[in-house]
């Protein structure tokens, strides 16, 4: 086993799962030692690609992965994804949503397209709210995942959930407004629904990464050329996050390690916005 790998078992599943934070995760999941992963994305084919991808980095004897077409944006298509899910491996242990539109369209707020921004709703903050709702539903029908550890066994309870947010959803920044409200209202969703499942013993947190190098981010880069500067002078550490970086920490949310962390929201931005200046 690589030294990386914290979990024995469990099945994944991931949104978002055919490109950057999504995929990586996914892969991440295979060599913590899943035994089952979905690769659910709108892009089929990359899904399928990625799932293929990920059995050279899996731990598990048992591991399978399948791909899953699925838009987050549409109820119908959700639960599709969780039946097939279950139906597949049997139970949900992990449901990380990555699935998600960048800030398409930057334009201050006067002049905000609400097309934009209605699309930017439906898919990251209602398509978000989907998955939760039918992937706890079917959490919380099965039995617990139990840890032995040198101080006995204990419950990590019937699933963790993390919703990808983002910097955005603690800080305003110019041209944002759609991007913005919708991970905002992600921090809702979050601390709603975890406080909702308390009582069927499921973890729901966020992460909230500044930056992260993905194709959402290269495209980004495209659309607003001087980014790249502004992202070397807003980071301590002069540069985006890498996928890995935020994948590790989704495993690690999701391990026997974090079984006391719900949520939350957590800021992964290398301490860009902290009040305090770092040269
Ligand atoms: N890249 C960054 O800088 C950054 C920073 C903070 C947060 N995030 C968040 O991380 C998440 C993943 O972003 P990424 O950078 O990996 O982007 P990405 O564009 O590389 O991947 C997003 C994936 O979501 C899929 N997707 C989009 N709409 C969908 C839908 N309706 N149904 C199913 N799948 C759909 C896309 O096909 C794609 O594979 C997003 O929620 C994003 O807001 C990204």
Known sequence: MSSKTILNDGVALVTGAAS???????????????RGLVFADIN???????????????????????????????????????????????????????AGIGNVNPALTPDADLEVFSRTLETNIKGTMFCVRAVTRAMKEQEPLMHTSRHGTRSLGRGSIINVGSVNSYVAAPGMVSYTTSKH???????SAAID???????????CPSWVDTPMMQASL????????????VSPLKRAATVEEVADYIVFLCSPSASYINGTGLIMDAGATLTAHVA
């Open 20 to 34: 950057g934070i999504g995929r990586e995760t996914a892969f991440a999941f295979a060599e913590a030692g899943v």
């Open 44 to 98: 089929d084919q990359g899904a399928r690609e990625a799932a293929e991808e990920s059995k050279q980095y899996a731990k598990n004897g048992q591991y399978r992965a399948v791909a899953v077409k699925v838009d987050v944006s549409d109820e119908a298509s959700v639960q599709s994804m969780v039946d097939a899910t279950v139906k597949e491996f049997g139970r949900i242990d992990y449901s990380i949503n990555s």
């Open 185 to 191: 209202a992600l921090i809702g969703l979050t601390k």
């Open 197 to 207: 499942c308390l009582k069927y013993h499921i973890r729901i947190n966020a992460v």
């Open 222 to 233: 495209k659309r607003v050329p001087q980014l790249a500067q502004i992202i070397k002078a």
